[in-house]
């Protein structure tokens, strides 16, 4: 099994609809991060958190919220989708001691 | 975090050695260089890393120059699975800012039977 899933793979939503995109990891890791790719251009991350209480701004985090329900789950929201925010969106874990980073498959999130 | 420059393409035949090349001038003495590929559309894979020592691993060895400012990382015997683009990426591992990885459009290395 997958050590980083992200559940769903693909979603189509319309203006103003919130969304969430689920993560979970199975690698024990403390840290997790939720990044945005869009077609072309490397990605960029959203938000990240060091640990359950621990929650922290990326580079484009307008528009966007996250939850730590647990080590192991971290959730990203789009309260009220737009347009611009489709983009492939990944989540990814690292551990405090060797910090390479494990990347889940992918959510591709259209919003029409 | 120090700024990486990588060429946008290049071209391997399978079974030859693929050495992708990374320019990394500003970088400073805390500074780690990661390699990271992502096969389309796929959520990016972890390469390899290093300081200032070269380093090998299963998939793959990363040279670094001695003054920092370069590296290369070379698969042995590239196959048409390698097919991916290719991020250097320099990043702090100290101070809290490890985990910062800064992609930029990386280098698509195409493998060719």
């Known amino acids: 099994d997958a050590d980083v899933t992200q559940t769903p793979r693909n979603r189509i939503t319309k203006t103003g609809k919130r969304i969430m995109l689920e993560c979970s990891q199975t690698k024990g890791h403390d840290r997790m991060y939720w990044y945005r790719q869009d077609p072309g251009l490397g990605l960029r991350l959203i938000y990240y958190s060091f640990d359950v209480k621990d929650i922290n701004k990326g580079e484009i985090s307008d528009g966007y919220s996250v939850s730590r329900q647990a080590q192991a789950k971290f959730s990203l929201s789009l309260e009220s989708a737009i347009p611009n925010q489709t983009a492939l969106y990944f989540c990814a874990t690292s551990g405090t001691e060797r910090y390479e980073q494990y990347f889940g498959p992918g959510t591709r999130l259209t919003v029409t | 975090d120090a700024k990486t420059t990588q060429p946008p393409s290049m071209d391997c035949a399978e079974g030859r050695a693929a050495n992708l090349p990374c320019n990394h001038s500003t970088i400073s003495g805390n500074e780690y260089v990661y390699w990271y590929r992502q096969i389309h559309s796929q959520g990016p894979q972890y390469i390899i890393h290093g300081l200032k020592n070269n380093e090998t691993n299963e998939m793959a060895s990363l040279i670094i120059t001695e003054d920092r400012k370069s590296s290369t990382l070379i698969l042995p015997h590239a196959t048409l699975r390698d097919t991916a683009v290719y991020y250097c990426?320099?990043?702090?591992?100290?101070?809290?800012?490890?985990?910062?990885?800064?992609f930029g459009k990386g280098t698509l290395l195409t493998v060719n039977p």
């Open positions: 990426i320099v990043t702090g591992n100290s101070g809290g800012s490890n985990y910062k990885l800064t």
